[in-house]
């Protein structure tokens, strides 16, 4: 499995909650990526990253930010959640290099 | 902008048989990337198997391999002597050489794999 890490891996909180998704790869990666994939569906691009300082919007629309100030990391904050945030969200990067997206193994969101 | 269909939302394969899976894409690029992603149950997703578009050989690698159609737009998982941890969400993936867009992936709605005894 590739190094790539994400905590917590389940989250329930409540409505209105500022959260924080973790997202850490020591694989020197300077591409990575959040999608969001609800239960039995498909994955939907909301962010990526080119490298350090660099963040864009995907293809699916997000009430979520993200950040990227040093190459491992790229955090995921919703300032305040709702259940229509409910939601697996997984996390990837790769290298330049190489076409193979390497991915965490997710954090399954809940709002209550 | 592409789109990647796969047909079966689920499959069932008797131990040590083969199974093919199916995934249909459509692009009006001529170089691009396939890739075939499992997802087993509360755990990672990970690599299967890529295709390179401008590669007329099919990738193999061990008991997985593809049947790689440009013409068609088809590129389908062949998985044999199918073990009971090929079990998982198989999903199909396209990515494009030019666009914008962090060279994401474009992913199918996926496959339930079940492998029975």
């Known amino acids: 499995e590739a190094d790539i890490y994400q905590t917590p891996r389940y989250l329930v909180i409540g409505t209105g909650k500022k959260i924080t998704l973790e997202c850490s790869q020591t694989?020197?990666?300077?591409?990575m990526y959040w999608y969001q994939q609800d239960p039995g569906m498909e994955l939907h691009l909301i962010h990526y990253?080119?490298?350090?300082?660099?963040?864009e919007k995907g293809d699916l629309s997000s009430e979520s930010t993200v950040s990227r100030i040093r190459t491992e990391h790229f955090p995921l904050t919703l300032e305040s959640a709702r259940p229509s945030h409910t939601s697996q969200y997984l996390c990837?990067?790769?290298?330049?290099?190489?076409?193979?997206?390497?991915f965490g193994p997710g954090t399954r969101l809940t709002v209550l | 902008a592409q789109t990647v269909t796969q047909s079966q939302p689920e499959m069932s394969v008797q131990e040590a048989e083969t199974v093919t899976l199916s995934c249909t894409y459509d692009t009006s690029e001529s170089d691009y990337y396939l890739f075939w992603y499992k997802q087993p149950p509360s755990r990672q997703m990970i690599l299967v198997i890529r295709?390179?578009?401008?590669?007329?050989q099919n990738a193999t690698e061990n008991r997985f391999s593809v049947n790689f159609q440009k013409a068609a737009k088809s590129f389908s998982l062949k998985i044999s002597d199918s073990q009971l941890g090929d079990a998982a969400m198989y999903f199909c993936?396209?990515?494009?050489?030019?666009?914008?867009?962090?060279?994401?992936?474009?992913f199918g709605t996926g496959t339930q794999l079940k492998v029975e005894l």
């Open positions: 694989m020197g990666h300077d591409k």
């Open positions: 993936a396209y990515r494009s050489l030019f666009t914008g867009g962090g060279n994401k992936l474009t």
């Open positions: 295709q390179e578009a401008y590669k007329q």
């Open positions: 990837a990067s790769r290298t330049g290099f190489t076409d193979t997206q390497y």
């Open positions: 990253s080119y490298g350090v300082n660099s963040t």
